[in-house]
């Protein structure tokens, strides 16, 4: 059975900090996709990345990067130069190739002050 | 524009009452997801439809109802035989089932007493 852990509950910054977010996930099959949302306070899961399991080159999105280690089953999320906006929870999930929903981790909230 | 709309914002119900929670999408998605939320936990898949007229249980389908009558539109009917209601309710479409990113309507909060 597929499973994602987001160890982190809670993790508070001040604005202009970088930020890592930690995702371990476990799964049987070779193939299989990995996602990152935000939910702002407004409560609406913003989708921010989609990587494939056979695609492990780093990303990077503006102030936003993503490092995927299939060697440790981790797919982490780093916020750089952290913002007040920043403020949210932070979903990663799982889909495998042959299933048919998403696993959601328990979720990271983020705190920047200013 | 295009996107999910969830109605109402806030949802009132007294116990034993049955109660539907709309989910509209103009993405042209064949996909269509409910999830619920629980504060401070992550989404867990209520139900999910792959294409008009069929629709498949997810983790936790018990005391609820749906149903997927036009591509656009996948309801969802929290029933009296739901135990325990009151949580956040999102809903989601894709473009197709599986592995595609999922886009969230802004959700429903319902509140039963």
Redesign the interface.
């Known amino acids: 059975a597929q499973k994602v852990t987001q160890a982190q ?1 809670e993790i508070s910054v001040v604005e202009k900090e970088d930020v890592t977010l930690d995702c371990v996930y476990e799964t049987r099959d070779t193939t ?2 990995l ?1 990152w ?1 935000k939910q702002p306070p ?6 921010l990345i ?1 990587r ?1 399991s056979f695609d492990e080159q780093n990303e990077i999105s503006g102030r936003y990067s993503w490092n995927f280690q299939k060697s440790t089953s981790s797919f982490n999320f780093t916020i750089t130069a952290s913002q007040v906006v920043d403020s949210a929870v932070y ?1 990663c999930a799982l ?3 042959a ?4 696993t ?4 990271t909230r983020v705190l920047v002050k200013p | 524009d295009g996107g999910i709309t969830q109605s109402p914002k806030y949802l009132f119900r007294k116990e034993g009452q049955n109660v539907t929670l709309s989910c509209e999408q103009n993405l042209n998605h064949d996909a269509m997801y409910w999830y619920r939320q629980d504060p401070g936990q992550g989404l867990r898949l209520i139900y999910y439809s792959q294409i008009v007229n069929d629709f498949q249980k997810g983790d936790i389908a018990e005391g609820y109802s749906v149903s997927r009558e036009k591509k656009e539109s996948f309801p969802l009917t929290v029933t009296s035989a739901q135990k325990n209601p009151t949580a956040f309710y999102l809903c989601a479409s894709s473009i197709a089932q599986g592995t595609y990113e999922q886009y969230f309507g802004p959700g429903t909060r319902l509140t039963v007493t």
Do not use: D, I, M
Request: hydrophobic share 30%; glycine share 20%.
């Open positions: 509950t299989y996709y996602f949302y407004s409560g609406e899961l913003v989708f989609r494939n979903f889909s495998e190739a299933g048919n929903k998403l959601f981790g328990g979720g």
